[in-house]
């Protein structure tokens, strides 16, 4: 990545490193996120984003390693940097015994908001996020959805130049991830910087750039696409019967960087060093007693699962209880 | 400089305010604050008492004299003793009390009305002296029938009339009911904010907070405001109904009763949110706060005087804020004394607050690690 094309980052982190007695969370991670960009952290739970958002927003102290958020060195300048961002936690964390508008407000005047400039921007929030019909409502007894537009809401009440979103939408239905992504390209669009973590694929993709992070490192950065088009693997589909005994059969050659079930398909990341992937695969699967037809095999573009796969070497999706 | 004032007032009113609409839609704890002042009061008045009544007895008369029937009625009298039997022997009266049908017996020898003349004691009673409130009530009880009986018998018994015989029931109700306030609001007082700090850390609220620019000591004092007036209510709950039910007189000025009572409430919530700042789980705030109850319960002079307690424990005493507030309280109640008489105990309870109240800030750290 060239630092030098877009001088303006919200965001610089060098070689932090975060221990936690002799748990190594985070380890030597240098982060640059572009202003106005909505930055992605791609990875499994337990691999170090929640803990990497904390010590970029003053929670935790690092370790070791710089960070400079908004020009501010943290957590040295922490407290001047809570008038300038906003958070939102991955469990939901505001008040369930308080209604819609009473939390609004709450935020409002814990940052100090003139009053009837505060009404002014809960009217506008409620009814841009679709709260205004749950206004007088307990968020207790919100769903999922209207629950992390309240936070999302919440968060924006001071107007920040910098949103960070820890798995904002782990609790929520596909239409209401769509809703939301919809609502931060506006808040991109305005010029609100993003930095967003996930474990789902289809989320990571539409961020303008990511990063694959894995027990506590940075495995690759960069705009999904590139990512995509740049994987070190060729992904070949398999369609067969008896996926279940060839699928471990590859697995265990040094080539297979993964093979993954899909229904009836059997999805195989080979190196890239093998030239003709599917004359390869076809031979390995004649070894293994299991020859395949031509039209059974077939080379597929990537998709950022692959990309994800072949960094670290495992699914992302499987790997949710360990967090 | 104004802006500052003016966003750290506005903070502090956003934690209270919030606090009030929380504790508001909290049924059970508006419900406690009322009903546990009222339940401890009426079971502290009522049935915590000295004064045991309707101790189950068996009367053994063997003098069968006019006298002898003149003391058992005299004893009847008194309701401290339920006369359930009627014995010939001692034996058996003493059978009955090892099978704990009865607690104690009179035995009335045969030579009753000689005895009486002599100036001997005139009669025995056999107690079970394993619970010593009834052992004691029964002593006491010897003591009033005789001096009762006498006068009207005999003139030269003078020497037990030195007993004076106050209501016992009144008594401890008007050194408990006092005492009570420093009870109540140890218990409300340290539970309620103890647990205020450790909830928003267990609801996950707290990683919220600390995101935000509000200060440590502006999360404390904006934590506390609402319980002072709980506390306030509680204490005006307990010293009216102790007035009204059990005639507890209020001595001394109400602006010192208030001004103490206000300096004992932020003691009291200091001390919970330095709780707060330690425990982990509403669990562990709630186990931390009875470890405080329980000797401000025990040591500060509540039950028994302080002065009766070896030195150390007076020493340890003389810590808990309770103990201070104890004498406080009792002093303004009972005595009309004023905060000026009690400047020692005042002192105390302020330094008590403000060393808290930092320890507690500094305690409250807006970090995770």
Known sequence: ?323 | MLHTIRNSYMRMLAITTKEIKQLSRDRITFAMVIMIPLIQLLLFGYAINTDVRAIPVAIVDQSDSAAGRWIVEAIKVTQVVDIKNHFTTAEQAQAAIRRGDIKAALILPPTLTAKMANNEPIGQWIVDGSDTMIAGAIKQLKNMSLNDIMPSISSTQSRFEVSLFYNPEQRSAVNIVPGLIAVILTMTMVLFTSSAIVRERERGNLELLITTPIKPLELMIGKILPYIVIGLVQMTIILGLGNLIFAVPINGAICHLLLGTLLFITASLTLGLIISTIAKTQLQAMQMTIFILLPTILLSGFITPLEAMPTAAQWIAEILPGTHFMRVIRAIVLKGATLMDLIDDIIWLVGFTLIGLGVAAKRFNKRLD
């Open chain 1, 1 to 323: 990545m060239n630092h030098t094309t877009d001088p303006q980052w919200v965001i610089k982190a060098d070689n932090l490193t975060k221990r936690f007695g002799d748990f190594i969370a985070v380890e030597s991670l240098n982060l640059y996120v572009p202003k106005g960009h909505i930055y992605g952290f791609l990875g499994p739970n337990g691999c170090g984003k929640s803990t990497t958002i904390r010590m970029l927003t003053g929670l935790l102290t690092p370790s070791e390693g710089n960070i400079n958020v908004m020009g501010l060195a943290i957590p040295k300048q922490a407290e001047a940097l809570r008038h300038k961002i906003g958070y939102m936690t991955q469990k939901f964390s505001l008040y369930d015994d308080l209604t819609v508008k009473e939390n609004l407000q709450f935020i409002g005047r814990i940052y100090g908001i003139d009053a009837q400039e505060c009404k002014k921007r809960i009217d506008q929030l409620q009814s841009t996020y679709k709260l205004n019909q749950y206004q007088h409502q307990l968020a207790g007894t919100l769903s999922g959805g209207q629950r992390q537009r309240l936070a999302l809401a919440c968060a924006c009440l001071n107007q920040p130049k910098l949103l960070f979103l820890d798995e904002p939408t782990s609790a929520v239905d596909p239409q209401n991830r769509r809703d939301f992504w919809e609502q931060l390209f506006d808040l991109s669009e305005q010029g609100t910087s993003i930095l967003v973590t996930t474990h789902y694929m289809d989320e990571a993709e539409r961020c303008h750039k990511i990063a694959i992070m894995e027990k506590g490192t940075i495995k690759a950065d960069d705009t999904p696409k590139t990512l995509m088009d740049n994987i070190n693997a060729h992904v070949v589909e398999i369609t067969t019967t008896d996926l279940r005994q060839l699928k471990q059969a590859l697995s265990t050659l040094a080539e297979i960087q993964s093979a993954a079930q899909l229904g009836h398909r059997l999805r195989v990341l080979v190196s890239k060093h093998i030239n003709d992937p599917i004359c390869w695969v076809m031979h390995q699967c004649q070894l293994h007693h299991r020859p395949l037809q031509q039209q059974d095999i077939r080379l597929v573009t990537a998709n950022l699962e692959d990309v994800f796969v072949s960094h670290t070497g495992q699914n992302p999706n499987l790997h949710k209880q360990e967090g």
